[in-house]
């Protein structure tokens, strides 16, 4: 079936320093792939979304990148703060007009 | 503005009872899910209803019913509660299916004993 893989599961980082995490999908036909930000015992938010029209997309200090050739998109957050620190999921929107989503990277931020 | 919400936050129950998680949006969105979270694992999709009166299973529907009440509200029913549900239960909505942008209510943390 459909999957989303995410990589790694733990992230920890510097403050200051760069993060990224990637995913990998399985379904050629997605065409929708967003980033959503989990905060200990919060729900999941948006940050960050790019269609397949798109290579990249950034946002201040947070960017996504696509290659739908290789089916892998990835989070860029750059100058990382100690808010940073949260679960970061990926999903791929299928024909279905689902998000199949990934298993979530923890990102730690050491100050 | 109250976005989407959930009742209840938290619900202890016993095997085999029964119960509804209730679920509104305020932001005129036509389409609606029902999603479980476990440790470790990403968010599952339980059911989802795209429009009004319509509902579809998601990946994980096995034990768990829906109800598309009107545009606002979406609830979900556990009619015989096992250990292997107890999870967090997110609500999520979107202006449409083929907008997949979602927003999620807060959650329920169910524990089944």
């Known amino acids: 079936g459909e999957n989303v893989e995410q990589h790694p599961s733990t992230l920890s980082v510097q403050e200051g320093d760069s993060a990224v995490i990637k995913c990998t999908y399985s379904?050629?036909?997605?065409?929708?792939f967003p980033w959503y930000k989990q905060e200990l015992g919060k729900r999941p938010q948006l940050i960050i979304d790019?269609?397949?029209n798109v290579g990249e997309k950034k946002d201040q200090r947070i960017a996504v990148t696509l290659n739908k050739t290789a089916k892998h998109f990835s989070l860029h957050i750059t100058e990382t703060q100690p808010e940073d620190s949260a679960v970061y999921f990926c999903?791929?929107?299928?024909?279905?007009?689902?998000?199949?989503w990934g298993a979530g990277t923890k990102l730690i931020i050491k100050p | 503005n109250a976005g989407v919400t959930q009742t209840p936050k938290f619900q202890v129950l016993k095997t085999g009872q029964s119960m509804t998680l209730q679920c509104a949006q305020d932001?005129?969105?036509?389409?609606m899910y029902w999603y479980r979270q476990d440790p470790g694992m990403g968010l599952r999709l339980i059911y989802y209803?795209?429009?009004?009166?319509?509902?579809d299973k998601g990946e994980v529907p096995n034990g768990y019913n829906v109800s598309r009440l009107n545009k606002r509200e979406f609830s979900l029913r556990l009619e015989s509660a096992a250990p292997s549900q107890t999870s967090v239960y997110f609500c999520?909505?979107?202006?449409?299916?083929?907008?997949?942008?979602?927003?999620f209510g807060p959650g329920t943390r169910l524990t089944v004993t």
């Open positions: 790019i269609r397949s």
């Open positions: 932001m005129n969105h036509n389409s």
């Open positions: 209803s795209a429009s009004e009166g319509t509902t």
């Open positions: 999520a909505s979107s202006t449409s299916a083929l907008i997949y942008e979602q927003y």
């Open positions: 999903a791929a929107g299928n024909s279905n007009y689902q998000l199949i």
């Open positions: 379904d050629s036909a997605s065409n929708y």
